[in-house]
């Protein structure tokens, strides 16, 4: 098992940031590729951006390629997800996800291969 806990969600206007933090309680977190997905009401649930375990090589999706950057601290057991210019089209709830992969610059898309999960951030974006 791989506890994972976000914060940092809330109410921010439109054009505002915000910040996501996923903490994980593991001694084994550099063995994770991490990924940030978000679903809004009524919609599934979609990869947002997504981070190897070197954290060298990193994943958006098209929607917040530019305005999104996905990070991570090994040493911290955390990754991090800086929004800015956030529209209202971002407002969801925040997942962050982990997946055990074998290849150390390795970045995972499918959200089939995380097999573990948090309980998600709500995000509010007012226009």
């Known amino acids: 098992q791989v506890p994972l806990v976000e914060s940092g969600g809330g109410l921010v206007q439109a054009g505002g940031s915000l910040r996501l933090s996923c903490a994980a309680s593991?001694?084994?977190?550099?063995?994770?590729?991490m990924g940030w997905f978000r679903q809004a009401p009524g919609k599934e649930r979609d990869l947002v951006a997504a981070?190897?375990?070197?954290?060298?090589?990193?994943y958006y999706s098209d929607s917040v390629k530019g305005r999104f950057t996905i990070s991570r601290d090994n040493g911290k057991n955390t990754v991090y997800l800086q929004m800015k210019n956030l529209k209202a089209e971002d407002t969801a709830v925040y997942y962050c996800?982990?997946?055990?992969?074998?290849?150390?610059?390795?970045?995972?898309?499918?959200?089939?291969?995380?097999?573990?999960w948090g309980q998600g951030t709500q995000v509010t974006v007012s226009s």
């Open positions: 996800a982990a997946d055990p992969a074998p290849l150390f610059f390795m970045v995972v898309t499918d959200h089939r291969q995380y097999d573990y």
């Open positions: 593991v001694r084994t977190f550099s063995y994770y590729a």
């Open positions: 981070i190897s375990r070197s954290g060298g090589n990193t």
